[in-house]
T-cell receptor, first 113, second 112 residues
Framework: NAGVMQNPRHLVRRRGQEARLRCSPMKGHSHVYWYRQLPEEGLKFMVYLQKENIIDESGMPKERFSAEFPKEGPSILRIQQVVRGDSAAYFC???????????FGQGTRLTVV | GEDVEQSLFLSVREGDSSVINCTYTDSSSTYLYWYKQEPGAGLQLLTYIFSNMDMKQDQRLTVLLNKKDKHLSLRIADTQTGDSAIYFCAETPTGGGNKLTFGTGTQLKVEL
């Protein structure tokens, strides 16, 4: 059973471009969480999704950021018109239910130049 | 709102015990976790404790929870160089599912 897969591992974007980060949860997991880790900080919750539904997006910036988890395929975190302050590591986690343990992917490190 | 705090650095000699501390503010925390992050990697769940427990031991790891003081600690016995990493404390509130609030992390350096 493969772990949580995130791609790409590293992403470089110029200011104003769009960034698309993908997360494939573990097999059998229907709950996905996205977190952002700014340099030398802890992880901050962004959004919690189940298949085709956003359950909690209280940590998402109001503009430019969106997330989806379609019926088929990976979860996508989309950042439009990136700015330098978006440079961070973005981690995805998945769990089979809203229970105890969520498994983390290795993250996507976004650099905005 | 929730707040989780940790000291930034800890340095120990190989073979000694390490104690990493964490304080939190949310009295409704249900589960408290310790994660390990190695350079360039994701987070590995080390252990967790339910809020109605005060201690949990798992091989070299011992978690102590003081609910009154909202203080959580992780003790690593016989610390090895492979334990060098950043350790994050995290909590979930009642009904919060897996929405985790993380501390800023403690960088553990193990010296020979």
């Amino acid at each position: 059973n493969a772990g949580v897969m995130q791609n790409p591992r590293h992403l470089v974007r110029r200011r104003g471009q769009e960034a698309r980060l993908r997360c494939s949860p573990m097999k059998g997991h229907s709950h996905v969480y996205w977190y952002r880790q700014l340099p030398e900080e802890g992880l901050k919750f962004m959004v919690y999704l189940q298949k085709e539904n956003i359950i909690d997006e209280s940590g998402m910036p109001k503009e430019r950021f969106s997330a989806e988890f379609p019926k088929e395929g990976p979860s996508i975190l989309r950042i439009q018109q990136v700015v330098r302050g978006d440079s961070a590591a973005y981690f995805c986690a998945s769990s089979p239910t809203a229970g105890v343990e969520a498994f983390f992917g290795q993250g996507t490190r976004l650099t905005v130049v | 709102g929730e707040d989780v705090e940790q000291s930034l650095f800890l340095s120990v000699r190989e073979g000694d015990s390490s104690v990493i501390n964490c304080t939190y503010t949310d009295s409704s925390s249900t589960y408290l976790y310790w994660y390990k992050q190695e350079p360039g990697a994701g987070l590995q769940l080390l252990t967790y404790i339910f809020s109605n427990m005060d201690m949990k031991q798992d091989q070299r790891l011992t978690v102590l929870l003081n609910k009154k003081d909202k203080h959580l600690s992780l003790r690593i016995a016989d610390t090895q160089t492979g334990d060098s990493a950043i350790y994050f404390c995290a909590e979930t509130p009642t009904g919060g599912g897996n929405k985790l609030t993380f501390g800023t992390g403690t960088q553990l350096k193990v010296e020979l």
